[in-house]
Nanobody
């Protein structure tokens, strides 16, 4: 059973920063690509960033230059450093790992960017 637990969300002013963490269960965490997605109210869930087992990353255009995804395989944790936050970044952020034909998701963490 794969379990993902996100943390680090909260309320931040525009221009501020937050770091999200996703702790994954299982000893095989290091071999999988991990991703962060987000879903704003009444919108589709969308990919924010992804990191492969080898550390290669890709980002959605709307976060390039502001967000950084990283992973610590020894801690079974993937991070999302979010800088220069904008009100439009407000959403529930989810951690994701695709294994075989199944997508596993965490429960999500709320990020609210507002003055």
């Amino acid at each position: 059973q794969v379990q993902l637990v996100e943390s680090g969300g909260g309320l931040v002013q525009p221009g501020g920063s937050l770091r999200l963490s996703c702790l994954a269960s299982g000893s095989i965490f290091s071999i999988y690509t991990m991703g962060w997605y987000r879903q704003a109210p009444e919108k589709q869930r969308e990919l924010v960033a992804r990191i492969t087992s080898g550390g290669s990353t890709n980002y959605a255009d709307f976060v390039k230059g502001r967000f950084t995804i990283s992973r610590d395989n020894a801690k079974n944790t993937v991070y999302l450093q979010m800088n220069s936050l904008k009100p439009e970044d407000t959403a529930v952020y989810y951690c994701n790992v695709p294994i075989m034909l199944t997508d596993y998701w965490g429960q999500g963490t709320q990020v609210t960017v507002s003055s």
